[in-house]
């Protein structure tokens, strides 16, 4: 793919700690087109690391307030809002709408739930998470091979704790987002960046703090080896999805 950055279309699900500063990044790229999808409000220990927002938006929706501000900042860039969660009815339909998705929010559920779709539609994903000092981020090209279940085969079966339960470090997930929108920017621009997996140690020495590779295809894979999945199944996930990063 290889499109003018200033007629590009980039969904981002999730506007937290990791959409936060990913949109900055995006919006002053050129990027023409954010949509923005989530449907928490914001919250004060959410300010810290979400750099979108402010005092004044305590309370408010992040999808107006992240609007509010995107609109402040680069009044060029058009946005789009969807203050939803994504979910097995609307996947799909949501992502089929941009040329790329960039996720980042906090639980498998979506995780797994945007890689399905994006893989359906034909759209380039970049997934995101971030937990204590370590994030991740990895790109997925339209062809959706090698993906995110190449990495993880299936929803876990035990309860993992995500970034508001083990809490998190905000220099970790303003890296990682820089990363996601330099990953999506990349897919954007025509370089073949599938299956590149970054990864930020916040603890680690300054040499080893960020180190790249490739993924390769997981022999077996149901999404994109089998091709097992073919439709989104509602039974698949779990129901209680949110978008808090």
């Known amino acids: 793919m290889t499109k003018p950055r200033n007629e ?3 969904l981002v699900v999730g506007i937290g700690g990791l959409g936060a500063p990913l949109c900055l990044a995006l919006a002053k790229a050129g990027v023409g087109t954010l949509g923005l999808l989530d449907e928490d409000r914001v919250e004060r220990t959410n300010l810290h690391r979400q750099i979108l927002f402010r005092d004044a938006d305590v309370g408010k929706p992040k999808i107006a307030a992240a609007e509010a501000m995107l609109k402040e900042l680069f009044p ?3 946005i789009e809002a969807h203050e939803t969660r994504l979910l097995p009815h609307n996947a799909v339909d949501l992502v089929s ?31 995101g998470a971030a937990v204590r000092w370590v994030g991740t981020a990895l790109a997925v090209s339209a062809s959706g091979a090698p993906c995110y279940r190449c990495l993880f085969e299936d929803l876990p079966r035990d309860n993992v704790p995500n970034c508001a ?5 905000a220099p970790v997930v303003g890296l990682v987002g820089a990363f996601q929108a330099d990953l999506a920017l990349s897919l954007l621009d025509g370089r073949d960046v599938s299956g590149e997996l970054v990864t930020v140690d916040g603890k680690a020495t300054e040499e ?4 790249r590779r490739r993924i390769g295809r997981r022999a077996g894979c149901v999404l994109c ?10 039974g698949r996930y779990v129901a209680d999805v949110c978008m808090e990063g």
């Open 208 to 211: 080893k703090m960020v180190r």
């Open 165 to 169: 339960e083990a809490g998190v470090m």
């Open 8 to 10: 590009a279309r980039v």
């Open 225 to 234: 080896g089998k091709n097992e999945i073919r439709e989104i199944d509602r």
């Open 76 to 78: 060029r860039v058009h």
């Open 97 to 127: 709408r941009y040329d790329v998705v960039v996720e980042g929010s906090d639980n498998f559920p979506t995780k797994f739930l945007t890689a399905d779709a994006c893989k359906l539609a034909e759209r380039p994903v970049v997934h």
